[in-house]
């Protein structure tokens, strides 16, 4: 079935270390993007990826990095900089409304099931 | 920069209520418009999206939403309620030139059988 993986889905870090959260979609998808999701504040914007390549900070980068290699792939790691680190990270991807051609393109969200990160 | 306003944080309904639940953005120009659903231990999945059209949207499971670019807003109804719809509800907003979906901070709707 097509989606999105996202592993692992619980993970327990040391302060001081670097984590990187796994991200896959086969729906062929060209956007992928990274979100922290906190107790009454939603879904946050940390990175987004409109193609290979290339991507670009959300509303709260600082802490957080990640590549886009393949199409297929989008990791997020989390540093020793992100100052509050625990949280549910959300990866998602969605086909791109702004290119032509085919089916009639929204970009919609798919999402990925969560991995939630635990800072000891 | 843009953003989405959702008004009520946590709504509590009796079963066979009707339901609406506020979004309002800021970005001025086209927009994409969605509402998700986070029901308890699952992932986010989409409600029903705007992108052109007839301003009235139909969605699952009985809900529906009304764009009503004046307002800027892209309210969510459900003429009733079950306790089945208890969940975290988001409002998002993308503009049509792509780039990134901005969500609102969800409400939490509890359904009292």
């Known amino acids: 079935d097509g989606g999105i993986t996202q592993s692992p889905k619980y993970l327990f870090r040391k302060e001081g270390q670097n984590v990187t959260l796994s991200c896959e979609q086969n729906?062929?998808?060209?956007?992928m993007y990274w979100y922290r999701q906190d107790p009454g504040q939603g879904l946050r914007l940390i990175y987004y990826?409109?193609?290979?390549?290339?991507?670009q900070k959300g509303d709260i980068a600082e802490g957080y990095s990640v590549s886009r290699e393949k199409k297929e792939s989008f990791p997020l790691t989390v540093t020793s900089a992100q100052k509050n680190p625990t949280a549910f990270y959300l990866c998602?991807?969605?086909?791109?409304?702004?290119?032509?051609?085919?089916?009639?393109?929204?970009?919609?969200?798919?999402f990925g099931e969560g991995s939630r990160l635990t800072v000891l | 920069a843009q953003s989405v306003s959702q008004h009520n944080h946590h709504v509590i309904l009796s079963e066979a209520a009707s339901l609406e639940l506020g979004c309002n953005y800021s970005?001025?120009?086209?927009?994409?418009l969605f509402w998700y659903v986070q029901y308890p231990g699952q992932h986010l999945q989409l409600l029903l999206k705007?992108?052109?059209?007839?301003?009235l949207v139909k969605g699952i499971k009985g809900f529906e939403a009304e764009f009503i670019k004046s307002k800027f807003s892209f309210n969510l109804r459900k003429p009733s309620v079950q306790w089945s719809d208890t969940a975290e509800y988001f409002c998002?907003?993308?503009?049509?030139?792509?780039?990134?979906?901005?969500f609102g901070q969800g409400t939490e709707l509890s359904v009292k059988p």
């Open positions: 998602a991807s969605s086909d791109h409304p702004g290119l032509a051609g085919g089916p009639v393109r929204t970009g919609e969200l798919f």
């Open positions: 729906l062929n998808h060209d956007a």
């Open positions: 990826s409109q193609i290979v390549n290339d991507f």
């Open positions: 970005y001025g120009g086209t927009v994409n």
């Open positions: 705007y992108f052109s059209g007839d301003p």
């Open positions: 998002a907003v993308k503009n049509n030139q792509g780039g990134k979906l901005i």
